[in-house]
């Protein structure tokens, strides 16, 4: 069974920090980039950020310089480190493994059947 399993969200005022975390089980972990998609109410999704197992990132631009995206290999869980906090990065986060071949920037879990999506976390930066 597939399970990405995802912690760390909450509440936060502007400026603050939060850290996601997300562990994966059930699948063949070095087949997928790993990655954190979210969505804002009433919006679409909008993929945030991703790692590979070698370690190649790619960030969206609204998040550079203040988001940070770390995979612990061995462990099989992915982090994002989330500062410099603004009420836009209120969302639902969601951790993919996402497939390197299909990248889609605006997939939703709902809509998607090339990754494995987790349940999602609540992110709210208050102003």
């Known amino acids: 069974e597939v399970q990405l399993v995802e912690s760390g969200g909450g509440s936060v005022q502007a400026g603050g920090s939060l850290r996601l975390s997300c562990t994966a089980s059930g699948f063949t972990f070095d087949d997928f980039d790993m990655g954190w998609y979210r969505q804002a109410p009433g919006d679409g999704c909008e993929l945030v950020s991703t790692?590979?197992?070698?370690?190649?990132?790619y960030y969206a631009d609204s998040v550079k310089g203040r988001f940070t995206i770390s995979l612990d290999n061995a462990k099989k869980t992915v982090y994002l480190q989330m500062n410099s906090l603004e009420p836009e990065d209120t969302a639902v986060y969601y951790c993919a493994a996402v497939d390197p071949d299909y990248v889609d920037y605006d997939a939703c879990p709902d809509d998607d059947e090339y990754n494995y999506w987790g349940q999602g976390t609540q992110v709210t930066v208050s102003s």
């Open positions: 790692i590979s197992n070698e370690g190649r990132t």
